[in-house]
């Protein structure tokens, strides 16, 4: 990110802050102003509809384009087999070079285009890199994979250094440990790495040097590498080979007695509870670590009902939302009771979260998840059964 | 954890701009020393619900045979009247206004007390057909019954829930924001048109007569999507009827996008212009017999529809 880029970052994180306070009722509309005029915004930006529909659109101007002037030029069919990849990879010369003019000197930034264009670019550049490997190199799957997982790396960490696009960073780490997995001890590597750098991006991803968009990406990186240690450890992955067979490298399967066997299934137990007392230890609450500790959590306790069946599965499902529930209101209440409706640095008020997001979240959620299958104008009713098929504050034919 | 937010905060308060008795509990929450679980706590619960809802279906399915039919029927029913009695004990008064949920547990109460009640309706009618050929008119029934309960205790999940009730049964699934009806039949896409204008003025009213108005948004996308997703069904239509719906959606589209950039209404804009977009292209395209003047018509509007969406938001920006 160029000085200009960064300070725009930082001064659009303070800004961001600002309109929290104020939603949340802690500041009014001059004390955000004001703070607002102390750290201004350069750059233009659009509002996240039209955001959208810019990168809809350009992704569909840039594409159809590039395959119109294919046709027109008649590169498709082309004697030669190297103009076609060739003109992709000019293409993505120049639509990185079309991202970087938009972000830096047109000060472009949460606009949707420069977006569209950088993962245009990513794209055309990997594809005229597939071509090389697979056509002009001859690599099989097996070989070019690693290479080109590596080329994605590269290409996604320098877009998301230069342009501070923190997903392009997660992908990078993505695309790294699919490599390291086509490699011989995959799985090791992908434990060994992330406990060897964790640290580290924990330390990036807090350093006040870094802008916050660097920060981000940090934290993602941080997040995948985590998960990738998880599935590497996870039982069901050991069991499954699942890093092998992501790698192709599939071994046979060990005996359930086998001492790696016993040390994944504490390691499934173990790493949920790691990552959440790292995520509550110290004075800073860090939130990916919490969020990655639950998130591992329920997958060790689906893993868990999975090699021991303690009841049948409808008993642990609705046992499971009670006791869920009650955990919640539980929390809730014990959190409302401490010394200023906190407790160890927790607390459940809102603060300053935007409650109207979550709202329109939720509500969402409720249509995809609870909505009534339409009734069918030709069918007669029909019980099924069915969990959570029954939906909505409606009923249905099958239940 | 925000450094940058750290470190703003001290300077903001020297400079007067922010108050000194305010920054403390902003800078503990800028250094992650207080961090709020209340979003967090609000998914878990909508988890919960999730699996208590699946666990009584999952028991209906494996235990039918076993605990016989009303046995079931009066266990989901008294679990739902269970739910919705806490809710009915805890509900603030009525107001045609917003009316703030008393407790973290209040939404979610109501969203299980309604589920439960649905799933009992159903397996009642199922099971027992008290409806007998009119079987279908439980879902009707129950759109009914849940609407009611969104405007008793002022929840817009459960409106939207009331609303897709009441389209399913007409026979329409809003499950994926009516995506699905791109297969459907003649008379289910009239039927989700028909669903959508009705939400839609349904919406209006509640908007221009000020009782529940906040529930409008929800109407209106809802209904919009349906208006839009049913006529953009009619364009697989072959021959000249598909044609006549790619009009249709080209008009009807660019209206809408007319009328919500007037109002500001931004998620409708998107649709009317995405809408527009897709009639127009289908009627330009199906007139093209080369795949190459196909990707130069997309190529070239893409870009002009970028060029008027800038100029558009440039203009909106100057007018606000």
């Given at each position: ?10 001064n ?22 004001a ?71 047109r000060r472009?930034?949460?606009g ?45 960490a ?22 390291l997995?086509?490699?011989p ?41 985590l ?114 409706r ?14 109207a ?6 509500m ?36 | 954890?925000n ?24 800078l ?44 079931i ?34 939404d ?18 199922v099971?027992?057909t ?22 008793r ?5 459960v ?13 329409v ?8 009806l ?44 349906l ?14 009827a ?39 292209s ?11 003047m ?27």
């Amino acid at each position: 990110m160029t000085p200009d880029c960064e300070r725009a970052d930082r001064n659009d994180a303070v800004r961001g802050a600002a309109g929290d306070w104020q939603r949340a009722g802690v500041i009014d509309e001059a004390t955000r102003q004001a703070i607002e005029a102390t750290v201004p915004d350069d750059r233009v930006r659009v509002g996240p509809v039209f955001r959208v529909l810019l990168f809809i659109f350009t992704v569909i101007a840039v594409s159809t384009g590039f395959w119109f002037l294919s046709m027109f030029l008649g590169l498709l069919h082309s004697e030669n087999g190297a103009v076609f990849p060739g003109f992709a990879l000019v293409t993505g010369v120049v639509l990185a070079l079309v991202t970087d003019f938009q972000i830096v000197h047109r000060r472009r930034s949460e606009g949707g285009t420069e977006a569209a264009t950088s993962l245009l670019a990513i794209g055309y550049l990997l594809a005229a890199a597939a071509w090389w490997l697979f056509e002009r190199m001859d690599f099989d799957l097996r070989h070019g994979l690693p290479v080109l997982c590596l080329a994605a790396a590269v290409l996604a960490a320098i877009a998301a250094w230069r342009w501070g696009y923190p997903l392009y960073a997660g992908a990078a780490a993505g695309a790294v440990l699919i490599a390291l997995a086509q490699w011989p001890f995959g799985r090791l590597l992908w434990i060994a790495l992330p406990l060897a750098a964790a640290p580290f991006l924990l330390r990036l991803s807090e350093s006040s040097r870094l802008p916050p968009s660097h920060r981000t990406s940090w934290t993602l990186v941080l997040g995948v590498a985590l998960a990738g240690l998880y599935v590497a450890v996870h039982l069901g992955s050991w069991e499954e080979q699942l890093v092998e067979e992501i790698g192709q490298a599939r071994m046979l399967q060990p005996p359930r007695s086998d001492s790696l066997w016993w040390l994944s299934m504490a390691a499934t137990a173990l790493v949920p509870v790691i990552l959440l007392a790292l995520g509550i230890r110290g004075r800073g609450r860090r939130y990916p670590l919490l969020i990655l500790g639950a998130g591992t959590a329920v997958t060790s306790l689906i893993t868990l009902r999975w090699y021991v069946h303690l009841a049948p599965l409808w008993v642990v499902v609705t046992v499971s939302g009670t006791l869920l529930v009650g955990l919640v209101l539980g929390l809730r209440r014990w959190l409302d009771a401490g010394p200023s409706r906190e407790r160890g640095g927790f607390t459940a008020e809102p603060l300053f979260q935007d409650l109207a997001r979550l709202r329109l979240l939720e509500m969402g959620a409720a249509v995809l998840a609870f909505s009534p299958e339409s009734r069918s104008l030709h069918e007669e009713p029909k019980f099924e059964g069915g969990g959570g098929q029954f939906g909505g504050g409606g009923s249905n034919s099958e239940f | 954890m925000n450094p940058d937010v750290v470190k703003a905060i001290p300077e903001l308060v020297r400079g007067g701009v922010l108050p000194p008795t305010k920054a403390p509990v902003l800078l503990r929450v800028a250094r992650g020393e207080l961090l709020s679980v209340h979003g967090e706590l609000r998914a878990l619960l909508y988890a919960g619900v999730l699996l208590l809802t699946g666990g009584v279906g999952l028991l209906v399915k494996e235990n039918l045979d076993r605990i016989g039919p009303l046995t079931i029927a009066v266990g989901i029913g008294l679990a739902a009247a269970a739910a919705l009695a806490w809710v009915i004990a805890k509900a603030p008064p009525f107001s045609w206004g917003p009316v703030p949920s008393p407790n973290l547990a209040f939404d979610y109460m109501l969203l299980l007390g309604v589920l439960l009640a649905g799933a009992d309706l159903a397996y009642i009618e199922v099971t027992f057909t008290p409806l007998g050929a009119h079987w279908a008119w439980h879902l009707l029934i129950m759109a009914l019954l849940t609407g009611l309960a969104a405007f008793r205790f002022d929840s817009r999940v459960v409106f939207s829930l009331s609303l897709s009730t009441f389209a399913a049964w007409r026979g329409v699934s809003v499950a994926f924001f009516g995506a699905t009806l791109l297969n459907e039949e003649s008379a289910v896409r009239w039927n989700a048109i028909g669903c959508g204008v009705l939400f839609v003025v349904c919406g209006w009213v509640l908007a221009r007569t000020g009782r529940k108005a906040h529930f409008e948004p929800v109407a209106a996308n809802l209904g919009w999507l349906l208006v839009l997703g049913g006529i953009g069904s009619g364009m697989l239509a072959s021959g000249n009827a598909g044609l006549a719906w790619s009009g249709a959606l080209l008009l009807v589209g660019a209206g809408l996008a007319a009328g919500a950039f007037r109002a500001r209404r931004f998620p409708l804009f998107a649709y009317g212009v995405l809408a527009a977009y897709a009639g127009l292209s289908y009627l330009v395209v199906d007139g093209l017999d080369l795949e190459m003047m196909g990707c130069f018509w997309f190529s070239i509007t893409s870009l002009l529809l970028i060029l008027g969406l800038l100029f558009a938001q440039r203009r909106m920006r100057i007018l606000s």
